[in-house]
Protein backbone atom coordinates (compact mmCIF):
# COMPACT_ATOMS: atom_id res chain seq x y z
CA UNK A 1 0.00 0.00 0.00
CA UNK A 2 3.00 2.48 0.67
CA UNK A 3 3.85 2.58 -2.77
CA UNK A 4 0.88 2.81 -4.41
CA UNK A 5 1.51 6.28 -5.27
CA UNK A 6 4.18 5.45 -7.43
CA UNK A 7 7.14 7.61 -5.88
CA UNK A 8 8.44 4.43 -3.79
CA UNK A 9 9.59 0.59 -5.20
CA UNK A 10 9.21 -2.57 -2.79
CA UNK A 11 11.63 -4.48 -2.33
CA UNK A 12 10.91 -7.96 -0.58
CA UNK A 13 12.74 -9.52 2.34
CA UNK A 14 16.33 -9.05 1.68
CA UNK A 15 17.12 -10.34 5.35
CA UNK A 16 15.14 -14.01 4.72
CA UNK A 17 17.98 -16.51 4.33
CA UNK A 18 16.26 -17.36 1.44
CA UNK A 19 16.27 -14.03 -0.51
CA UNK A 20 17.81 -13.90 -4.17
CA UNK A 21 21.62 -12.85 -4.72
CA UNK A 22 20.67 -10.27 -7.38
CA UNK A 23 18.26 -8.31 -4.81
CA UNK A 24 20.81 -8.35 -2.40
CA UNK A 25 24.75 -10.16 -2.86
CA UNK A 26 25.39 -10.96 0.74
CA UNK A 27 23.92 -14.01 2.03
CA UNK A 28 22.14 -13.97 5.79
CA UNK A 29 22.66 -17.01 7.96
CA UNK A 30 20.48 -17.01 10.44
CA UNK A 31 16.22 -15.93 10.64
CA UNK A 32 15.91 -12.47 12.14
CA UNK A 33 19.70 -11.73 11.96
CA UNK A 34 20.80 -9.19 14.23
CA UNK A 35 22.88 -6.09 12.57
CA UNK A 36 24.66 -3.67 14.70
CA UNK A 37 27.37 -1.48 14.85
CA UNK A 38 29.55 -4.34 15.82
CA UNK A 39 28.66 -6.47 12.75
CA UNK A 40 27.82 -4.02 10.50
CA UNK A 41 30.65 -4.97 8.16
CA UNK A 42 28.89 -7.84 6.91
CA UNK A 43 26.27 -6.47 5.78
CA UNK A 44 26.41 -2.63 5.26
CA UNK A 45 27.63 -2.36 1.65
CA UNK A 46 25.12 -4.95 0.08
CA UNK A 47 22.24 -3.14 1.51
CA UNK A 48 23.30 -0.10 0.86
CA UNK A 49 23.74 -1.44 -2.71
CA UNK A 50 20.11 -3.03 -2.34
CA UNK A 51 18.50 -0.08 -1.26
CA UNK A 52 20.37 1.95 -4.73
CA UNK A 53 18.07 -0.62 -6.79
CA UNK A 54 21.88 -2.30 -8.02
CA UNK A 55 20.84 -5.51 -9.41
CA UNK A 56 23.94 -8.29 -9.36
CA UNK A 57 22.89 -9.93 -12.51
CA UNK A 58 25.40 -12.37 -12.89
CA UNK A 59 25.55 -13.93 -9.55
CA UNK A 60 21.23 -14.06 -10.04
CA UNK A 61 22.31 -16.10 -13.27
CA UNK A 62 24.57 -18.27 -11.65
CA UNK A 63 22.02 -19.20 -8.80
CA UNK A 64 19.75 -20.27 -12.05
CA UNK A 65 17.89 -23.69 -11.26
CA UNK A 66 15.10 -23.27 -13.21
CA UNK A 67 13.15 -21.32 -15.75
CA UNK A 68 10.63 -20.08 -12.73
CA UNK A 69 13.68 -18.71 -11.56
CA UNK A 70 14.58 -16.93 -14.92
CA UNK A 71 11.43 -15.02 -14.84
CA UNK A 72 11.71 -14.16 -11.30
CA UNK A 73 15.11 -12.81 -12.34
CA UNK A 74 13.24 -10.74 -15.24
CA UNK A 75 10.79 -9.36 -13.01
CA UNK A 76 13.45 -8.29 -10.07
CA UNK A 77 15.71 -7.11 -12.99
CA UNK A 78 13.57 -4.78 -14.53
CA UNK A 79 11.55 -3.61 -11.20
CA UNK A 80 15.50 -2.77 -9.83
CA UNK A 81 16.37 -0.44 -13.16
CA UNK A 82 13.32 1.16 -13.51
CA UNK A 83 13.29 2.41 -9.97
CA UNK A 84 16.77 3.55 -10.30
CA UNK A 85 16.20 5.24 -13.29
CA UNK A 86 12.72 6.89 -12.06
CA UNK A 87 14.48 7.83 -8.63
CA UNK A 88 12.33 6.28 -6.81
CA UNK A 89 12.17 5.76 -3.00
CA UNK A 90 12.92 2.13 -1.87
CA UNK A 91 10.34 0.51 0.19
CA UNK A 92 12.47 -2.40 2.47
CA UNK A 93 9.36 -5.14 4.08
CA UNK A 94 11.30 -7.28 6.06
CA UNK A 95 9.79 -8.64 9.24
CA UNK A 96 13.16 -10.75 10.10
CA UNK A 97 14.81 -6.87 10.10
CA UNK A 98 12.67 -6.28 13.30
CA UNK A 99 15.95 -6.79 15.87
CA UNK A 100 18.13 -4.81 13.58
CA UNK A 101 15.71 -1.86 13.16
CA UNK A 102 17.43 1.35 15.06
CA UNK A 103 20.45 0.02 12.69
CA UNK A 104 18.00 0.69 9.74
CA UNK A 105 17.42 4.50 10.96
CA UNK A 106 20.47 5.12 12.02
CA UNK A 107 23.08 3.85 9.85
CA UNK A 108 21.18 3.81 6.72
CA UNK A 109 19.26 6.98 7.20
CA UNK A 110 15.75 4.67 6.86
CA UNK A 111 12.33 5.56 8.06
CA UNK A 112 11.03 2.68 9.70
CA UNK A 113 7.78 1.77 10.64
CA UNK A 114 6.86 -1.28 12.63
CA UNK A 115 3.51 -3.13 12.11
CA UNK A 116 2.61 -4.90 14.85
CA UNK A 117 -0.44 -7.94 15.49
CA UNK A 118 -2.41 -9.08 18.40
CA UNK A 119 -0.46 -12.45 19.92
CA UNK A 120 -3.43 -14.86 18.95
CA UNK A 121 -3.83 -13.11 15.37
CA UNK A 122 0.37 -13.51 15.27
CA UNK A 123 0.18 -17.03 16.31
CA UNK A 124 -2.74 -18.08 14.26
CA UNK A 125 -1.43 -17.20 11.34
CA UNK A 126 1.68 -19.11 12.29
CA UNK A 127 -0.14 -21.86 12.91
CA UNK A 128 -2.86 -22.03 9.86
CA UNK A 129 0.25 -21.92 7.49
CA UNK A 130 2.30 -24.80 9.54
CA UNK A 131 5.27 -22.58 10.13
CA UNK A 132 7.04 -23.70 12.83
CA UNK A 133 10.14 -21.67 14.50
CA UNK A 134 13.59 -23.12 15.81
CA UNK A 135 15.16 -20.59 18.40
CA UNK A 136 18.85 -21.86 17.48
CA UNK A 137 18.48 -19.36 14.71
CA UNK A 138 18.08 -16.47 17.82
CA UNK A 139 20.41 -18.25 20.36
CA UNK A 140 23.16 -18.50 17.43
CA UNK A 141 23.68 -14.84 18.05
CA UNK A 142 25.90 -13.77 20.24
CA UNK A 143 25.17 -10.23 19.82
CA UNK A 144 21.58 -10.21 19.62
CA UNK A 145 21.59 -12.72 23.08
CA UNK A 146 23.91 -9.69 24.48
CA UNK A 147 22.02 -6.91 23.65
CA UNK A 148 18.51 -7.91 23.89
CA UNK A 149 17.81 -11.51 24.95
CA UNK A 150 19.46 -13.10 27.16
CA UNK A 151 16.40 -12.77 29.65
CA UNK A 152 14.98 -15.57 27.21
CA UNK A 153 17.53 -17.61 27.18
CA UNK A 154 16.37 -20.71 29.23
CA UNK A 155 12.91 -20.29 28.27
CA UNK A 156 14.19 -20.47 24.53
CA UNK A 157 16.31 -23.29 25.05
CA UNK A 158 13.42 -25.31 26.46
CA UNK A 159 11.92 -24.99 23.03
CA UNK A 160 14.96 -25.36 20.58
CA UNK A 161 13.83 -28.22 18.04
CA UNK A 162 10.06 -29.00 19.08
CA UNK A 163 8.38 -27.62 16.05
CA UNK A 164 5.48 -29.87 16.85
CA UNK A 165 4.53 -27.34 19.75
CA UNK A 166 3.84 -24.69 17.56
CA UNK A 167 1.10 -23.12 19.87
CA UNK A 168 4.18 -22.70 22.61
CA UNK A 169 6.40 -21.55 19.92
CA UNK A 170 5.08 -19.06 18.27
CA UNK A 171 4.01 -17.63 21.77
CA UNK A 172 7.27 -17.35 22.73
CA UNK A 173 8.55 -16.08 19.33
CA UNK A 174 6.26 -13.52 19.57
CA UNK A 175 7.14 -12.63 23.37
CA UNK A 176 10.86 -11.95 22.17
CA UNK A 177 9.96 -10.08 19.57
CA UNK A 178 7.52 -7.67 20.95
CA UNK A 179 9.40 -6.75 24.54
CA UNK A 180 12.36 -6.09 21.99
CA UNK A 181 9.50 -3.46 19.95
CA UNK A 182 8.56 -2.22 23.85
CA UNK A 183 12.22 -1.36 23.93
CA UNK A 184 12.29 0.79 20.46
CA UNK A 185 8.86 2.55 21.54
CA UNK A 186 10.71 3.71 24.82
CA UNK A 187 14.20 4.63 23.31
CA UNK A 188 13.65 5.52 19.85
CA UNK A 189 10.77 8.16 18.94
CA UNK A 190 12.06 8.08 15.36
CA UNK A 191 10.68 4.45 15.14
CA UNK A 192 6.86 4.69 13.81
CA UNK A 193 4.98 1.69 15.56
CA UNK A 194 1.66 1.06 14.08
CA UNK A 195 -1.07 -1.52 15.00
CA UNK A 196 -2.05 -4.26 12.06
CA UNK A 197 -5.66 -4.20 13.27
CA UNK A 198 -5.95 -0.26 13.48
CA UNK A 199 -5.07 -0.27 9.87
CA UNK A 200 -7.54 -3.20 9.29
CA UNK A 201 -10.52 -1.43 10.37
CA UNK A 202 -9.89 1.85 9.21
CA UNK A 203 -7.12 1.43 6.51
CA UNK A 204 -7.76 4.88 4.69
CA UNK A 205 -7.42 7.06 7.91
CA UNK A 206 -4.55 4.29 9.14
CA UNK A 207 -2.78 5.02 5.75
CA UNK A 208 -3.18 8.36 4.87
CA UNK A 209 -1.17 9.28 8.51
CA UNK A 210 2.01 6.90 7.34
CA UNK A 211 1.78 8.66 3.71
CA UNK A 212 1.80 12.11 5.66
CA UNK A 213 4.58 10.42 8.30
CA UNK A 214 6.87 9.46 5.25
CA UNK A 215 5.74 12.50 2.81
CA UNK A 216 4.09 10.47 0.63
CA UNK A 217 1.59 11.96 -1.99
CA UNK A 218 -1.91 10.42 -0.61
CA UNK A 219 -3.66 10.65 -3.83
CA UNK A 220 -7.03 9.25 -5.46
CA UNK A 221 -5.09 6.61 -6.73
CA UNK A 222 -3.62 6.14 -3.20
CA UNK A 223 -7.13 6.16 -1.85
CA UNK A 224 -8.64 3.66 -4.43
CA UNK A 225 -5.75 1.09 -4.28
CA UNK A 226 -6.33 0.98 -0.48
CA UNK A 227 -10.27 0.57 -1.04
CA UNK A 228 -9.94 -1.98 -3.68
CA UNK A 229 -7.25 -3.99 -1.43
CA UNK A 230 -9.65 -4.05 1.85
CA UNK A 231 -13.35 -3.88 0.75
CA UNK A 232 -15.99 -6.25 1.73
CA UNK A 233 -16.27 -7.61 -1.55
CA UNK A 234 -12.98 -9.37 -0.82
CA UNK A 235 -12.42 -12.74 0.83
CA UNK A 236 -12.71 -12.56 4.34
CA UNK A 237 -10.18 -15.22 4.67
CA UNK A 238 -7.09 -15.99 2.23
CA UNK A 239 -6.70 -19.49 0.85
CA UNK A 240 -3.13 -20.55 1.33
CA UNK A 241 -1.92 -21.16 -1.72
CA UNK A 242 -2.65 -17.52 -2.02
CA UNK A 243 -1.06 -16.34 1.49
CA UNK A 244 0.95 -13.02 -0.32
CA UNK A 245 -2.21 -11.68 -1.73
CA UNK A 246 -3.48 -7.68 -0.75
CA UNK A 247 -7.05 -8.51 -1.61
CA UNK A 248 -8.50 -8.85 1.65
CA UNK A 249 -11.65 -8.06 3.72
CA UNK A 250 -9.49 -6.18 6.11
CA UNK A 251 -11.93 -5.43 9.00
CA UNK A 252 -13.15 -9.30 8.94
CA UNK A 253 -9.04 -10.30 9.23
CA UNK A 254 -8.98 -8.55 12.62
CA UNK A 255 -11.08 -11.99 14.12
CA UNK A 256 -10.18 -14.41 11.83
CA UNK A 257 -7.79 -16.28 14.93
CA UNK A 258 -10.88 -16.55 16.41
CA UNK A 259 -11.86 -19.62 14.25
CA UNK A 260 -8.39 -20.35 13.49
CA UNK A 261 -7.73 -21.26 17.41
CA UNK A 262 -9.80 -23.26 19.89
CA UNK A 263 -10.53 -22.16 23.45
CA UNK A 264 -7.60 -24.34 25.32
CA UNK A 265 -5.07 -22.64 22.64
CA UNK A 266 -6.74 -18.93 23.02
CA UNK A 267 -6.29 -19.54 27.12
CA UNK A 268 -2.71 -20.54 26.17
CA UNK A 269 -1.51 -17.95 24.36
CA UNK A 270 -2.93 -15.46 26.42
CA UNK A 271 -1.45 -17.21 29.66
CA UNK A 272 1.95 -17.19 27.71
CA UNK A 273 2.14 -13.39 26.76
CA UNK A 274 0.03 -11.92 29.53
CA UNK A 275 3.26 -10.00 31.07
CA UNK A 276 3.54 -8.36 27.64
CA UNK A 277 0.40 -8.17 25.79
CA UNK A 278 -1.61 -5.20 27.86
CA UNK A 279 1.36 -3.07 26.58
CA UNK A 280 0.01 -2.59 23.03
CA UNK A 281 -3.39 -4.37 23.16
CA UNK A 282 -4.88 -2.87 26.74
CA UNK A 283 -8.29 -2.96 24.73
CA UNK A 284 -9.27 -5.99 22.39
CA UNK A 285 -11.10 -8.59 23.86
CA UNK A 286 -9.87 -12.60 23.88
CA UNK A 287 -13.62 -13.80 24.22
CA UNK A 288 -14.51 -15.95 21.26
Not at 47 to 66: C, N, P
Not at 200 to 227: C, M, W
Request: proline share 5%; with cysteine.
Amino acid sequence: MLTASGQAAYISEPLNVLHRPGVMLKPVRYWYTYICSENEGEYFSSLSDTLRFRYYTWEEIKSLRSPKGLLRMGRDWSSFLSSRLLEKRPLLKDPFAVFSAPWFSNKLSCAVVITIRHPAAFVSSLKRLNWPFNFTELLSQPLLMRDWLESFRSDMEKLRNKPDEIINTSSMLWRVIYSVVKEFQEQHPEIRIVRHEDLSANPLLGFQKLYDDLDLEFSARVRHAITDSSNTDNPKELRRTKKHSVNLDSRSNIANWKHRLDSNEISQIRDLTEDLYTSFYPDIAWDL
